[in-house]
């Protein structure tokens, strides 16, 4: 290959490169261009929402500073139609005081109770609930809000672990409830309820009175097993229960001066005999002989 070819050669690939090059400023020219036009179309959708949005709350701002209440009563309604129950409960608190005691007012109280129902402000909704049923006994709520009234002490029930202040409290509603509508197809609902709400008691006294025990406590774990025992007579652990009443009565009297001594294991042997009239062929029961064997023989020596 001569001087000139070569420089024909190299001529060549020069333009080559320098078309490419063109060519890849001008596709991120319009990558930039394209991405430019995408985002001014995103800020003008997001601006038109932002604006949209400024718009309602001010409805809202001059609905609120209205004095206009039927206006306020149909926007509070549509409000809570709409599930925007905060906005409807401002309404509604204001409403409340407005239309009090009047028919208007009986719809007012009904709406306001479930805004802080949905809005899981149990407390309050069932405070609203009740205070429906008591002003107007007669309403075509007042069944439905009896029920509310118990279904929120129920919801607020805590942990088994906690203070059982609001459990009793649904117990109670639900037990009245049932009493003052006893034709409710809500009455299936309630049991099942009651159930579950009880079983929480039992199991915090049943956890309550295993606590004394392992805490070697034994006075007081044998009077916890025996209110376990009144209180829930249908109880789970019940054979265990009666069981572990022996072995308190026998290990107290193991632990206590010689004049309390007699009467602590006569008194695990007492409780031996009312578990093997219950259970006869009970799980504890070779365990319970042993520490029954065991009351006699101290028994005899004192």
């Known amino acids: 290959m001569n001087i000139s070819q070569v420089k024909n050669v190299s001529l060549h690939s020069f333009m080559l490169k320098k078309q490419f090059n063109i060519a890849l400023i001008a596709f991120i020219l319009m990558g930039i261009f394209s991405c430019n036009s995408e985002k001014k179309i ?7 929402k932002k604006k949209g949005k400024s718009i309602t709350i001010g409805k809202y701002n001059k609905l609120l500073k209205s004095g206009d209440m039927d206006a306020k009563y149909e ?7 709409k599930e925007d129950y905060t906005r409807a409960l401002a309404l509604f608190e204001e409403l409340s005081g407005v239309f009090r005691g009047t028919e208007k007012g009986e719809e007012v109280l009904y709406y306001y109770a479930y805004c802080e129902f949905n809005l899981d402000d149990y407390i309050i909704a069932g405070y609203h609930f009740r205070s429906l049923v008591r002003q107007f006994p007669n309403s075509v709520h007042a069944e439905e809000c009896a029920y509310m009234n118990a279904y929120c002490y129920y919801l607020s029930s805590p942990e088994y672990s906690l203070d059982q202040t609001d459990t009793k409290l649904a117990i109670k509603e639900f037990q009245r409830f049932t009493t003052q509508y006893p034709k409710s197809t809500r009455i299936p609902e309630c049991n099942k309820i009651l159930d579950k709400l009880r079983a929480k008691l039992e ?17 007081a774990a044998v009077a916890s097993f025996n209110t376990h025992l009144k209180d829930f007579p249908d109880a789970k652990q019940r054979e265990q229960i009666n069981y572990l009443i022996i072995k308190s009565y026998y290990l107290l009297a193991l632990n206590s001066i010689d004049t309390k001594k007699q009467e602590r294991f006569k008194a695990a042997a007492d409780a031996y005999i009312k578990y093997v009239d219950a259970f ?5 029961l070779k365990e319970a002989e042993m520490v029954y064997t065991s009351a006699l023989k101290n028994l005899e020596k004192l």
């Open 280 to 284: 006869p062929n009970g799980q504890y």
């Open 75 to 81: 926007a509070a309604v549509k409000y809570f139609k």
């Open 203 to 219: 199991r915090k006294s049943y956890e309550n009175a295993i606590l004394y025990y392992n805490m070697m406590d034994y006075k």
């Open 42 to 48: 995103y800020d003008s959708t997001d601006k038109e």
